[in-house]
């Protein structure tokens, strides 16, 4: 009779960490908190100002290194579970992803209304709902994001379309739900982008451009990624680090050298081709343990998405705790300096919060099918580790 801690190790597989992955996500990770210290600055220091566009390219090619790997996650995770009927392929992938990503982010987008409710800002009903069912803030006519509460959470919303979908075709053959999901999310862009010249009503023009943005095109790039791993050829670690930094000092150099204009046809491009070079890389060294500072990227990855959610305002605090000296040019040390404060943070969040009630929630289900499983028997679980799993 296989007891339940058995069946706990087969269902959390081996420590197969994905280095490379989860290597890459810590570096996207600082790319973001980098992006929104600059950004942060730039209030108190004007010299700043001229940056603004430099530091949103910098958090956007982060983004996308985010959306690539999700791809890629999506597809590795899901691989055991081929054998499994479609409807328990969809229930085991929706159940991980919502109690991956819903606890967390729902905690964080109640501690924002409350800050906001402390300094005299209340947010709409509406921008609560929809902050709360992920979907984009309707409300906001003038951010093209539609952000929600949380402002940086207007990434989670295209990561929430995107396991929708992937859950979806989840229920189709697995021959060929890879390539169904990949033709969905081409097919948004291209009819998005098509549909955009011929629709008159603003607020449906901004609902159309909001579901067909080309960024999720980094998904279908993961997915493709994850389909020929198992026949890429492996790369050392230090060559995998090392070319994914080359290429993407690389590109941000040439956007400021050249002054290429911030979602131009030519960064576009440039964008693209370095995210897939630096995917390519980091699954190429997905199962070697040979990265340099390996512990530390490992960890910096795995509390990517604690950092993700909380750096923002971690980060305005300590700029207004900063400001006599920000105005005196302090402001390149600044941007140094705070984002240690902001992985520290990210990282107890993750292991003081995030962690213990994902492991909470689902021990609820874990108890509720061992309740239902008869004795003697054994049901294989797709083995996938935490660690690969975190969204952001």
């Known amino acids: 009779m296989t007891t339940m801690r058995q069946r706990d190790a087969v269902a959390n597989g081996p420590q197969d960490m994905l280095d490379g992955l989860q290597a890459l996500r810590g570096i996207a990770a600082v790319m973001v908190v980098i992006d929104h210290a600059m950004l942060a600055v730039i209030p108190y220091d004007p010299h700043f100002a001229p940056l603004g566009d430099f530091a949103g390219t910098i958090g956007k090619m982060g983004v996308n290194l985010f959306f690539v790997i999700s791809g890629f996650i999506m597809m590795y995770t899901t691989e055991p579970t081929r054998t499994y009927a479609p409807s328990h392929r969809f229930s085991d992938f929706a159940w991980k992803r919502l109690t991956r990503l819903v606890p967390l982010y729902w905690l964080a987008t109640l501690l924002t209304i409350a800050v906001g409710a402390i300094e005299g800002f209340h947010y709409t009903s509406g921008h609560i709902l929809t902050s709360f069912t992920f979907l984009p803030n309707f409300e906001d006519a003038v951010d093209p994001r539609m952000t929600p509460i949380v402002g940086v959470g207007w990434t989670i919303t295209y990561e929430m379309l995107f396991y929708s979908l992937f859950a979806l075709c989840l ?67 230090p060559i995998a680090i090392g070319g994914s930094l080359t290429l993407m000092v690389a590109a941000l150099t040439s956007y400021w050298e050249f002054r290429l204009q911030n979602g131009g046809l030519v960064w576009q491009v440039v964008s693209f081709l370095t995210c897939t070079c630096v995917g390519l890389l980091a699954a190429g060294n997905a199962r070697r343990s040979d990265i340099p500072a390996r512990r530390l990227l490992l960890h910096i ?39 240690l404060p902001c992985l520290v943070a990210g990282s107890l969040i993750h292991t003081g919060i995030e962690l213990p009630i994902t492991r909470a929630v689902r021990s609820i289900r874990r108890r509720h099918r061992s309740a239902r499983v008869p004795v003697g028997r054994d049901f294989p679980q797709p083995q996938a580790t935490a660690a690969i799993e975190a969204p952001r």
């Open 171 to 237: 229920l189709f053959p697995r021959q060929i739900g890879p390539a169904a999901c990949m033709a969905i999310i081409v097919g948004m862009v291209v009819c998005g982008a098509v549909a955009a010249g011929h629709v008159q009503d603003p607020e449906l023009r901004r609902i159309v451009a909001f579901y067909s943005y080309k960024n999720m095109l980094f998904f279908t790039v993961g997915i493709a990624i994850a389909i020929g791993f198992r026949r890429m050829p492996q790369v050392a670690g």
């Open 301 to 339: 990855g795995n509390a990517s998405f604690s950092t993700y959610l909380f750096h923002a305002p971690i980060l305005h605090f300590l700029a207004s705790l900063s400001a006599p000296w920000l105005v005196r040019g302090y402001g390149s040390a600044f941007i140094i300096v705070a984002a």
